[in-house]
């Protein structure tokens, strides 16, 4: 089946930037998220998109989104150690549809 | 205002027992919704209650899955008889509303282990 797509690994030092990537397959999905997992704890909602804006910025949080090549990307400024975490792109269109998350790292 | 809970964090069972796993949403959410990631790999949607009627269950992936919201308010997700591939991280979410955005909130995950 069709898979929302995200590298599954990202290691940073603390202070530089980081952009984790997701390609998502439903072209008529209309908001496109960003959730944070950290350890033991559930998803928490960073983010999301409208499907016809291409950036959106929240502090330190950046979202781009290429509707033509069905990419989204977040990049965090400035990491931090707090940053650390499992981060997952998802897409709606009827549900919810997930990628599979990418870990980061944030070294200090 | 607390958030959603589920019970219990972790499940350890034998191949061919029954587990019980429950969500309690925030107070006052309609909609429920139940996920499941396994081994790593992507979160994939079970189910979803409107108060305590399944409003899509197109995600549930066998009859051995049953859940229930009786009066709408926590839900529980039945496992029997539980198989090893059954083993993962259930996560439930609840949100106010239910059209887009979906501004759910999640639960922090039962990690049930099949062995």
């Known amino acids: 089946g069709e898979d929302v797509e995200q590298s599954l690994f990202l290691s940073v030092r603390e202070g530089d930037s980081s952009v984790i990537n997701c390609t998502y397959t439903d072209s008529s999905s209309t908001y496109l998220y960003w959730y944070k997992q950290e350890p033991g704890a559930g998803l928490q909602l960073l983010t999301y998109i409208f499907s016809n804006m291409d950036m959106k910025q929240d502090q330190r949080l950046t979202v781009l989104l290429n509707k033509k090549d069905k990419h989204l990307s977040l990049r965090i400024a400035d990491t931090q150690t707090g940053d650390s975490a499992i981060y997952f792109c998802a897409e709606s269109g009827d549900d919810m549809r997930f990628g599979a998350g990418t870990r980061l790292t944030v070294k200090p | 205002e607390a958030g959603v809970t589920q019970f219990p964090s972790h499940s350890v069972i034998e191949k061919g027992q029954t587990v019980t796993l429950r969500c309690d949403p925030i107070?006052?959410?309609?909609?429920l919704y139940w996920y499941r990631r396994v081994m790593g790999k992507e979160i994939k949607f079970l189910l979803h209650f409107v108060k305590e009627s399944k409003q899509d269950e197109s995600g549930m992936p066998n009859n051995r899955f049953l859940a229930e919201r009786t009066g709408g308010t926590y839900s529980t997700l039945k496992v029997q008889p539980a198989e090893l591939e059954d083993s993962g991280v259930y996560f439930c979410a609840s949100s106010q509303g239910q059209g887009n955005p979906y501004e759910q909130y999640f639960g922090p995950g039962t990690r049930l282990t099949v062995t």
């Open positions: 107070s006052g959410h309609d909609n």
